[in-house]
């Protein structure tokens, strides 16, 4: 309701809380004699949960990324690099992998991904102001893709390379 109506500062604060990363315990631990039993299956997810996230970027945020982009942008790249540190802390990514980039076999926005998750979307629509900033004039800024190229996050390296291919002019 607030992006319809273009209260932006609240609708950002909205969308970023709706955003931030949390652990769910998908399973319960088994206690038995083995100890790789004993480990509970945590997962790295929205910590709100994303039930009308989908909803609000194709009816709000997204008409509005040419006003929008470089807030969104901000905010989602930490999004990212929050679910990744949470990612390491549980020994579910490193400086090499993650588990994002598992199932997903391109970063690009037109890639089809139906099933995909929480962070999923995050990435798609981090990906998404990417693209629209680097067809711009002036265009992403190159200290940025080159601060993403050397983060120590492979999502934040593919989207960097992406950037690469779909930047139009580099200053």
Do not use: M
């Given at each position: 309701r607030l992006g319809k109506k273009a209260l932006w500062p609240a609708s950002l604060r909205l969308f970023?809380?709706?955003?931030?990363?949390?652990?769910?315990?998908?399973?319960?631990p088994v206690f038995s004699e083995t100890p790789e039993k004993e480990n509970a299956s945590l997962r790295i997810r929205l910590a709100q949960g994303s039930?009308?996230?989908?909803?609000?970027w194709q009816e709000c945020f997204r008409p509005a990324l040419p006003e929008l982009a470089e807030d969104l942008l901000?905010?989602?790249?930490?999004?990212?690099?929050?679910?990744?540190?949470?990612?390491?802390?549980?020994?579910q990514a490193?400086?090499?992998?993650?588990?994002?980039?598992?199932?997903?076999?391109?970063?690009?926005v037109h890639s089809a991904y139906g099933g995909e998750g929480d962070?999923?979307?995050v990435i798609t629509?981090?990906?998404?102001i990417v693209t629209h900033l680097a067809q711009k004039t002036p265009g992403l800024?190159?200290?940025?893709?080159?601060?993403w190229l050397g983060a120590r996050d492979p999502v934040l390296h593919r989207v960097s390379l992406h950037a690469l291919t779909e930047t139009t002019r580099m200053t």
């Open positions: 970023a809380t709706c955003c931030r990363a949390g652990v769910k315990l998908e399973a319960w039930t009308y996230l989908p909803r609000a901000n905010l989602l790249e930490e999004v990212i690099r929050d679910a990744h540190r949470l990612a390491c802390s549980l020994g490193d400086d090499c992998t993650n588990r994002q980039l598992l199932t997903r076999s391109q970063i690009q962070l999923g979307r629509w981090f990906t998404e800024s190159p200290i940025r893709i080159e601060s």
